[in-house]
């Protein structure tokens, strides 16, 4: 899968031919191969467009955008056509702007329009074409009937009454997350997307990442949304509601309230939470810097144990879905610590209970996620060591989006708050978790303190850092030579799992510790973070994660003065019986068929 | 039927002198909606349009207005489809349009 970017870099390795052309008579150079879309760009001409995503392979297949070139007899694509030497292409000319209304007027007519009641109102990218190209009337009969909205999922919903059927959805599972859950199937009027058994995503292998929400154009993919839910959980004066923020939110929050992608608004989301009532407003941050000396001293163990290596991380519920199903031969690589946000679950109705001296019971834990499949995560069966459901209610950075505005709570306007303690408290390595690396950067901070009791002076860990799919690295500790591995995106995930596991088949693999994230960016690009969120917006984002980090004064995970409170009053120590217990779980093997547990 | 007239490219269709040229194009439009594979917006939604048009023109219920919604459809259809089957249904309606007008208006309410 290539997106434009990398088109960009592998056209920058030959070399290059310039060429010119005209469009809307301007004089344009452009490189040989660039599409008509992307060259009227830069010079400023937003050729609309439908189905196209940057980060996406053309398909054609709304047309859109078509631009008529002199002298051709019948219009052009501009997403998939190549601008060629000497054209004069028209983007705005009568046949163009009439004809690609009228496209507009027919896709329209076979959607279910009600943007009032829409998840999408406001946010549709169907909506803004229609209003920018001022479509006025209706003209034609809509001619499908009603089909039953899939509500199987407990991460997500298809509505295939506004699909318009782009095949984003279809692209992201497959090219970039090789997933192949969703798939095309009839043909003409009868089209649709739909799962291979057509028994609905909840009993497919879609493994809950949530992409094809993300690039949804209309509102025909969403969350299975908790919000109504939770107003009645904090409504209730009986419970006793907690809440913990995931290390991502932080850095897309604001993106919702008009601020600059990129924003960090950590304190601002502490206070946001506060007045929207929550009992205690504690950090997903906290348990991270947790997992990292649960998970860490699982790895240096096991490598010291030469035992099951290598590593592979385990808090990306997306990919352990993904592991389960397609490489169930390597559960027992993965650590077995769970990830931040089932911690923090069961830590709130366990240690915080009897630290607060309040039933567990009334206890209602609440988590904000960048992230679909967090909520398929919540509600494993096994994830209940707290006596209890350890997390109640996963809501995503969107659905908090929601709520905060319709609580009327302005973000911007408020002030920097810390969170609660005691599972608020966190360091830099904890908040570069939301992004592709982090973990990794994370734990390799803490593991060299772990094995040579002394500091690693140098914390920035580049080479793990930045949006190339796969990432190696060489890190000596006292000696010894770690390797280490990062993917990101399940197409990235399984090219390196094949590999891992051909090693394996031969006898030894070259890493000893890998990070996975299921999705593109990391947690930054999460199937629950804003719609529209491009590879370039996800850059920016783990960009503020990294300098929140920075900005920390403490950097190491091992440094949390409350994570060794924790330690000293309740857990004794790291991958101690009691964390055991409480902090770590197990894996199952699943069909490729109907992604249900099935035996061994 | 007049011997210029074009109904189907790329296929050839036989039929009597006297066929009904509604009942021509509405077997003609069918046959391409059941031929659209369904990847691009205008063949796919523009052929479920012209056959829903032509099958209530063939029932004597259309309205003067479906006339010309059948020839405006099909010339966004030929200039936006994907491929020849999205870009034919044009020249059988323009051409049914020109040559047999009054047949297709006995046809409307
Ligand atoms: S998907 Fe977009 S156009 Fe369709 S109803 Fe929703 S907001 Fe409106
Ligand atoms: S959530 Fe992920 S796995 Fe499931 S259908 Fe969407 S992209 Fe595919
Ligand atoms: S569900 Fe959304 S992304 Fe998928 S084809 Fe339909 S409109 Fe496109
Ligand atoms: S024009 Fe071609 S590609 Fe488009 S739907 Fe029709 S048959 Fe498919
Ligand atoms: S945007 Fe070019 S065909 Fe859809």
């Known amino acids: ?600 | 039927m007049s011997k210029d007239t074009v109904l189907k490219k790329y296929a050839s269709l036989v039929m009597d002198e006297d066929a009904d040229v509604v009942d021509v194009l509405q077997s003609v439009l069918h046959y391409y909606n059941r031929e659209s594979c369904g990847h691009c917006a205008p063949c796919r939604v523009g052929t479920s349009l012209l056959v829903k048009i032509i099958d209530r023109l063939a029932s004597f219920e259309g309205e003067r207005d479906n006339l010309d919604q059948l020839l405006k459809i099909s010339k966004v259809m030929r200039d936006t489809s994907f491929c020849p089957v999205g870009q034919a249904p044009y020249s059988p309606i323009s051409s049914a349009l020109k040559n047999f007008q009054d047949q297709l208006l006995q046809h409307v309410k």
């Open chain 1, 1 to 600: 899968m290539l997106n434009n970017q990398q088109i960009t870099i592998q056209r920058g390795l030959k070399k290059q031919k310039m060429e010119k052309a005209r469009i809307n008579n301007i004089e344009i150079e452009f490189d040989e191969g660039t599409t008509i879309l992307d060259a009227a760009k830069t010079l400023g001409i937003n050729i609309p467009t439908l189905c196209h995503h940057p980060d996406l392979i053309p398909t054609g297949a709304c047309g859109v955008c078509v631009v008529e070139v002199e002298g051709l007899p019948t219009l052009t694509r501009a997403c998939t056509t190549p601008l060629e030497k000497g054209w004069n292409v028209q983007t705005n000319s009568a046949r163009v702007r009439s004809t690609r209304k009228e496209v507009v007027e027919l896709i329209i007519s076979d959607h279910d329009m009600d943007c009032l009641t829409c998840i999408k109102n406001g946010k549709c990218e169907l909506q803004e074409l229609a209003a920018n190209l001022g479509i006025r009337d209706l003209t034609y009969p809509k001619f499908t009937d009603k089909k039953p909205i899939d509500t199987t999922s407990v991460s997500i919903v298809r509505d295939p009454n506004k699909c318009i059927l782009c095949g984003r959805c279809v692209q992201v599972c497959t090219e970039i997350q090789t997933v192949n859950a969703l798939t095309f199937a009839e043909r003409s009027s009868e089209t649709v997307i739909t799962t291979a058994s057509g028994e609905g995503m909840g009993n497919s292998p879609c493994v809950n990442c949530g992409q094809c929400t993300v690039y949804c154009p209309v509102g025909a993919l969403y969350e299975n949304s908790s919000v109504e839910a939770v107003w009645e959980a904090l409504n209730n004066p009986d419970k006793h509601v907690v809440v913990q923020e995931a290390p991502a939110i932080r850095a897309m929050l604001g993106e919702e309230f008009g601020m600059e992608p990129g924003t960090l608004v950590a304190g601002k989301m502490h206070a946001a939470l506060r007045r929207l009532k929550f009992d205690a407003v504690f950090d997903t941050n906290f348990t991270a810097d947790l997992t990292i000396l649960e998970e860490g001293t699982e790895v240096v163990e096991r490598i010291k144990a030469g035992k099951d290596l290598p590593v592979i991380t385990s808090c990306s519920p997306g990919w352990i879905k993904f592991m389960e199903t397609f490489y169930p031969h390597l559960r027992k690589h993965v650590s077995t610590a769970k990830s931040p946000q089932q911690m923090f679950g069961t830590l709130s109705k366990t240690y915080y209970a009897e630290q607060k001296g309040i039933a567990p019971e009334k206890i209602v834990s609440v988590s904000i996620m960048p992230c679909t499949a967090k909520k398929f995560e919540a509600l494993r069966d096994e994830m209940k060591d707290s006596g209890f459901q350890d997390v109640d209610f996963v809501l995503t950075t969107r659905e908090l989006a929601r709520m905060l505005k319709e609580a009327g709570i302005d973000l911007k306007a408020m002030p920097d708050e810390p969170a609660d303690d005691p599972l608020g408290e966190y360091t830099g390595a904890a908040t570069i978790f939301g992004a592709t690396g982090g973990v990794m950067e994370a734990a390799l901070r803490s593991a060299y303190f772990l094995v040579t009791g002394r500091e690693l002076e140098n914390l920035d860990i580049l080479s793990v850092r930045g949006l190339k799919g796969r990432k190696e690295a060489e890190v000596d500790v006292d000696g010894i030579k770690l390797k280490v591995a990062v993917a990101h995106g399940l197409g990235n995930a399984r090219k390196l799992m094949d590999k891992v596991s051909a090693q394996l088949a031969n006898g030894k693999c070259e890493y000893h510790f890998i990070e996975v994230m299921a999705c593109p960016g990391g947690c930054v690009g999460g199937g629950g973070q804003p719609w529209g969120s491009d590879m370039a917006m996800r850059a920016r984002r783990g960009q503020t994660l990294y300098q929140e980090d920075k900005s920390l004064p403490m950097r190491r995970s091992h440094e949390n003065p409350s994570v060794k409170a924790i330690y000293e009053k309740y857990l004794g120590h790291p991958y101690s019986e009691k964390s055991h217990h409480l902090l770590h779980t197990h894996y199952f093997k699943r069909s490729r068929i109907d992604g249900k547990v099935v035996e061994d």
